[in-house]
C-alpha cells in the first residue's frame, strides 16, 4: 500500500491506497506549514495523522510499501529541510518514504505523472514542471514578497482596496458593503483589529478572505474583477517561466494543470485559460486526481511499482468521493 501526504497552509489531507487503486482510508486535518505550526509541532500533528490514517484503514505501519509527504516550503532552507526528512521517522520506518514539496503532489495528481507542468493556487502558490525526467519550479517565494496569484495574495490585494475604497481614493463598489457585512464592522478602521488582532495575521486566516473578492466579482465590482485577472496572469506566468526552464521547443504543445482552491473561481479559471490559449502551445487540462491522490500516486512512482491503468481507471471511480472528503 501507499501513503500520500498532502500538506497546504490552510489544511493536511492524507490517504492510503494499495496497488489495485482502492482507496484504503483519507484523513484530514490542519495545515503543516511549519513557519506558522514550528517544527516540533509538525511532526507531533503529522505522527497523529497518520496513526489515525493507519487505524482508520485498520494495518499496522509495515504495510506501508512506500510514501511521499509533501510539505510546503520544503527544500527552501536546508536546515528547516533536514529536520523534515526526519519528521515522519516517528511513524514510519527509514526507506518506507521520501518527503519533498507540496508541488510535486498537485503536478502527480494533475496529470497523473506524466510531463507537463501544474501550477498550484491555494493559500500560497507555485508552478512545477518536468519533461524527460527534468523538474523544474517556478515562484513559491513566500507570501511576504511572492506567492503571486494565491488565495492569500488575493486576500491582501482586497484589503488594499477595501481601505482605498474607505478613504475615497477610488469609487466603492460591492465589496466596500460585502467586508462590512461579513466580517461585521461598523467602523472601516474596525479592519485593522480584525487583520492584526484577531487573525493576528496569520497567514492562513487572511487568505480565507479571499472569497470575498470573489463574490465581490461575480457581483460586478470592477476592481475585485481586475484583482482576479490580474491573479490569473501572474499564474499564467509562472506556466511561461516553467515551460522554458524545461527546454520545450517554441511550437511544442504543453499539458497544463492546475490545483488549489483559487481555481474554484470561475472568474480565475476562465481568465487563466483564456490567457494561456492566446499562446497557442498550451492544451489546459482537467486535474486527473485531486493532490493527495497525486502524492499517492507520486510515492508508488519512487517505489519503482507505479499503478498500472486498470488500477488508475479504478482510482478515477472514486475521485468524487475523495473531493468530497477534502471538502468535508
Not at 484530514?28 to 511532526?43: F, I, K, R
Not at 501544474?118 to 511576504?144: D, H, K, M, P, Q
Not at 478602521?189 to 487568505?207: F, S
Not at 457581483?219 to 499564467?236: K, M, N, R, W
Request: glycine share 10%; aromatic share 8%.
Amino acid at each position: 500500500m501507499f501513503i500520500g501526504v498532502d500538506g497546504g497552509g490552510s489544511k493536511t489531507a492524507l490517504i492510503l491506497i494499495d496497488r489495485e487503486g482502492a482507496v484504503r482510508a483519507m484523513h484530514v486535518t490542519v495545515g503543516s506549514y511549519y513557519l506558522t505550526l514550528g517544527m516540533e509541532a509538525l511532526g507531533d500533528m503529522l505522527s497523529t495523522a497518520v496513526s489515525a490514517l493507519l487505524k482508520k484503514a485498520q494495518v499496522s505501519a509495515d504495510a506501508i510499501e512506500y510514501g511521499y509527504l509533501g510539505l510546503p516550503a520544503y527544500g527552501e532552507d536546508r536546515v528547516a529541510t533536514a529536520q523534515m526528512d526526519s519528521v515522519p521517522l516517528r511513524i514510519l520506518e527509514q526507506g518506507s518514504f521520501v518527503c519533498g514539496n507540496d508541488m510535486i503532489c498537485g503536478w502527480a495528481g494533475s496529470l497523473a505523472c506524466r510531463d507537463g507542468i501544474n501550477v498550484i493556487a491555494g493559500t500560497g502558490s507555485i508552478c512545477y514542471g518536468e519533461r524527460l525526467r527534468v523538474t523544474a519550479r517556478c515562484g513559491g517565494w513566500g507570501e511576504l514578497f511572492s506567492d503571486e496569484g494565491s488565495a492569500y495574495w488575493i486576500a491582501c490585494r482586497g484589503l488594499d482596496l477595501f481601505s482605498r475604497m474607505s478613504d475615497g481614493r477610488i469609487p466603492r463598489g460591492p465589496f466596500y458593503d460585502l467586508i462590512r457585512q461579513r466580517l461585521n464592522i461598523s467602523d472601516d478602521l474596525e479592519l485593522c483589529r480584525h487583520v492584526y488582532v484577531t487573525l493576528a495575521g496569520d497567514r492562513a486566516g487572511i487568505a480565507q478572505l479571499c472569497p470575498l473578492v470573489v463574490e465581490a466579482a461575480a457581483a460586478s465590482d470592477h476592481a475585485a474583477i481586475a484583482i482576479l485577472e490580474h491573479a490569473a496572469e501572474e499564474l499564467a506566468l509562472l506556466v511561461d517561466t516553467t515551460r522554458t526552464q524545461l527546454g520545450f521547443s517554441a511550437d511544442e504543445r504543453v499539458d497544463v494543470s492546475y490545483s488549489g482552491g483559487v481555481f474554484e473561481s470561475v472568474a480565475v479559471l476562465k481568465h487563466f485559460t483564456a490567457v494561456l490559449a492566446l499562446r497557442g502551445v498550451y492544451r489546459v487540462c482537467e486535474p486527473a486526481f485531486p493532490p493527495v491522490i497525486g502524492a499517492a500516486l507520486y510515492a508508488a512512482k519512487r517505489s519503482g511499482l507505479p499503478l498500472s491503468e486498470a488500477a488508475l481507471e479504478r482510482l478515477r471511480a472514486s475521485r468524487d468521493e475523495v473531493e468530497d472528503a477534502l471538502r468535508s
